[in-house]
């Protein structure tokens, strides 16, 4: 078994071709969309697949450390995270064929009109031990 981190993005992946942004759906929509997704994350709780996942606030800030006893930076030239990223479901599968398969249900979730949004999500393996080096 391998885990899997799934993002789900506001912005930043290929465009969607059912638009997939939440702006002007309807309380119905949304409600079945996260509806969706619950089961979705349900059924992987019974099969053991499922590990954790959650929804992101679009406020954030980024922050670093500019030196002991200096406060933290909080503003840069960068794209910010909460712009780019909507949530996430950490799954674990036997395969990578069996993760591709997962995402692409969640991909599926309805939008508009009950229709699957067929979004982009970002599947990512979470590293395991480093490969050890033999001469």
């Given at each position: 078994?391998?885990?899997?981190l799934?993002?789900?993005h ?5 465009e969607s ?5 939440t ?16 089961d ?8 053991g ?5 959650q ?47 997962l ?33």
């Amino acid at each position: 078994m391998a885990k899997y981190l799934l993002l789900k993005h506001y912005r930043g992946a290929p465009e969607s071709t059912s638009h997939a942004s939440t702006d002007g759906w309807t309380p119905e929509e949304f409600e079945a969309h996260i509806a969706y997704m619950n089961d979705w994350a349900d059924r992987l709780k019974a099969s053991g697949e499922y590990m954790d996942g959650q929804a992101l606030s679009p406020d954030g800030e980024w922050v670093r450390s500019d030196g002991q006893g200096r406060p933290p930076v909080t503003d840069g030239p960068f794209a910010e995270t909460k712009d780019l990223i909507a949530g996430w479901s950490i799954i674990d599968a036997d395969s990578y064929e069996r993760a591709l398969e997962l995402a692409a249900e969640l991909s599926a979730a309805p939008g508009p009109g009950g229709e699957p949004l067929n979004e982009w999500l970002e599947i990512r393996r979470f590293l395991g031990e480093p490969p050890t080096v033999t001469e």
